[in-house]
């Protein structure tokens, strides 16, 4: 049995540490709120998570909301520039997709944690802290999220693409939410993406909050440009009032989808911006003599949320260190395995991940403006484009380079 702390009681750090602890280690989580102070606060993120990821859920028997949160089984995705939709394309995924509200998800795994007699301490942890938490485990990680903690590992300036955000965030959980028309003979329940021409992007996509099923809703808009009006953080009514203002006038087609909508809970919405970031996964707070700590998920490797792959990224990190403690054995947790470990995970989900979100944030280059015409021509193209949100690491096989998309649309 080892000694492990684990900084950080999100999607990572839990699954992280429910993994841990049923393979017998003795682990420690140190989380800033109670479960009650997580079902109380705001929302956290739209949560969006595909296939694989769920299945990795799955196998750690992690996946308690199966059959009560609904399954969203494709895509319908609109194009479009002055309030008029120019091209629209749908397209279902292999395994349903599920947005589970953080609230629910990461309080509940905080208590099945503690039932399972993990240990939780409850207090922010300071820089100075991780250096003793290092001095008395054997493995300490840090899972706190993009927050300022993650300041104790250095910024990767050759990985990290932006100085700046690239989109301003707003989401809103509702109730009463209809279905556009044309959707109506839509088979599942597909998150709706909604392009607004060289001003951001709107996604609705079916989830499960505190108070039942609902519908979130996401802006990415662009900065300074006409969709960036919740600066100012207006809370669930206001950013309501003003989503449909900005519906009526962008995506019209949405608009009486809205009419019944109400928010769900005084929590329950966000605004802000993510500069995205790549950082060095190893520190040593306690000096350069003192045991290093590995970070980890949105820690280290921080995207923007427009192509929903932080909480995917987050399962992913999660599995793959929990399975390399378990192979580890009895050997030191040293600098080398903490590199080697994050190198691993670098190469299989991280750059995929920071080149198609970088790519999508746009200006989108003229091969993957093709790849979207086509995908409205050809639902080959269009379902090729939904899998590649599942599974980022096809990215670079057709969209990486103007060659790779040719050589795919070829052999059509
Ligand atoms: C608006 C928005 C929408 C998003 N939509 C999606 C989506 O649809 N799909 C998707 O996959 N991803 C999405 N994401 C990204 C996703 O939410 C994150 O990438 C994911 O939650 C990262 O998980 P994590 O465990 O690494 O970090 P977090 O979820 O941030 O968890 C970090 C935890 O650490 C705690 N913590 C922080 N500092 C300290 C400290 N000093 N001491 C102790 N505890 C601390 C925090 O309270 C938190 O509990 C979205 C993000 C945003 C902002």
């Known amino acids: 049995m080892r000694d492990v702390a684990i900084v950080g009681a999100g999607q990572a750090g839990l699954q992280l ?113 991780l250096a003793a938490l290092a001095a008395g485990n054997e493995l300490t990680l840090v899972a706190a999220g993009r927050g300022p903690l993650a300041s104790v590992f250095a910024k990767d300036a050759a990985r990290s693409r932006f100085e700046e955000p690239q989109r301003r965030l707003a989401c809103v959980y509702l109730h009463g939410v209809g279905t556009p028309e044309d959707l109506a003979d839509t088979a599942g329940d597909p998150a709706r993406i909604h392009v607004v021409a060289g001003a951001g992007e709107l996604v609705l ?46 995506v019209p087609w949405e608009y009486q989808a809205l009419a019944d909508a109400e928010p769900t809970d005084a929590g329950g919405s966000l605004a802000g911006a993510v500069t995205p970031v790549v950082r060095h996964p190893v520190a040593r707070p306690g000096g350069a003599e003192a045991r290093p700590v590995l970070g980890m998920s949105d820690t280290l490797v921080t995207n923007d949320p427009i192509t929903a792959q932080g909480a995917n990224n987050a399962a992913r990190c999660a599995a793959q260190y929990a399975a390399a403690v378990r192979e580890h054995g009895d050997r030191p947790f040293d ?54 949100y599942a599974d980022p690491a096809d990215f670079s096989r057709w969209l990486g380079t103007p060659e790779a998309t040719a050589a795919y649309l070829a052999t059509l």
């Open 205 to 250: 996509q079916p989830g499960l909050t505190l108070s039942g099923p609902c519908l979130i809703l996401l802006w990415e808009a662009v900065p300074g440009g006409p969709l960036d009006v919740f600066g100012d953080d207006p809370g669930p009514a206001e950013t309501l009032a003003r989503t449909r203002e900005l519906v009526r006038l962008h």
């Open 17 to 129: 540490a429910l993994e841990l602890q049923a393979a017998g280690q003795r682990v420690t989580v140190v989380a800033e709120r109670t479960p009650e102070q997580v079902r109380a606060g705001r929302v956290l993120s739209t949560q969006a998570m595909f296939g694989p990821a769920r299945a990795l859920e799955r196998a750690a028997g992690l996946a308690l909301w199966d059959g009560q949160a609904p399954d969203t089984r494709g895509l319908h995705v609109v194009v479009g520039a002055e309030g008029k939709p120019m091209l629209s394309f749908d397209a279902a995924v292999a395994a349903p997709a599920q947005s589970v509200d953080q609230r629910l998800k990461t309080a509940a795994w905080l208590e099945l944690f503690e039932e399972r007699g993990g240990r939780v301490e409850y207090r922010p942890a300071a820089p100075e802290d």
């Open 335 to 388: 600098e080398p395995w903490m590199r080697a470990l994050f190198a691993g995970y670098w190469d299989q989900v991280g750059r995929h991940t920071v080149d198609f979100t970088t790519t999508m944030l746009g200006p989108l280059p003229d091969h993957v403006q093709l790849a979207f015409a086509q995908a409205a021509a050809d639902p080959r193209v269009a379902t090729r484009l939904a899998q590649t």
